[in-house]
């Protein structure tokens, strides 16, 4: 059974950018090369979590933030500086009142290549057999 893959409406503003779509443990991760953009959830189970998730740095979490006051934090710098790959997530939940003007103007930033969004995920080392 293929699930359908939320929010789809942004794959429309990110036409100029060539991206490919990954399920990701029970979500959908965009990617734009090796680069991590965005992950896309709407599941009936845990709903808090649901909505568009964007892929920042430390550097651009708090900057994003003020420029959009609909993202919530899911995983702050401080949180994320405990990670190894200093991941940091703000998510564009699906009920706020701009949640699409919102998602549209991230993808904007994505398509001019805005630093603050994505990143390159640590590659996972093959474990060795014994």
């Known amino acids: 059974m293929t699930r359908e893959i939320p929010f789809d409406f942004i794959f429309d503003y990110l036409l100029r950018i060539e991206t490919e779509v990954k399920p990701f ?9 090796q680069k991590l953009l965005l992950l896309l959830r709407q599941r009936d189970n845990e709903p808090d979590m649901n909505g568009v998730w964007i892929a920042t740095t430390p550097d651009g979490f708090d900057s994003l ?35 699409e003007r919102t ?5 904007d930033l994505i398509v ?14 093959a474990r060795k057999k014994p």
């Open 25 to 33: 443990f029970g979500m959908f991760a965009v990617y734009h090369g």
């Open 65 to 99: 933030q003020e420029e959009f006051p609909a993202l919530r934090s899911k995983f702050s710098p401080k949180k994320g500086a405990k990670r190894k790959d200093g991941a940091s997530w703000l998510v564009i939940p699906p009920d706020a009142d701009d949640f």
């Open 103 to 107: 998602a549209i103007s991230i993808c």
């Open 112 to 125: 001019h290549r805005d630093p603050r969004i994505g990143r390159i995920p640590l590659q996972t080392r």
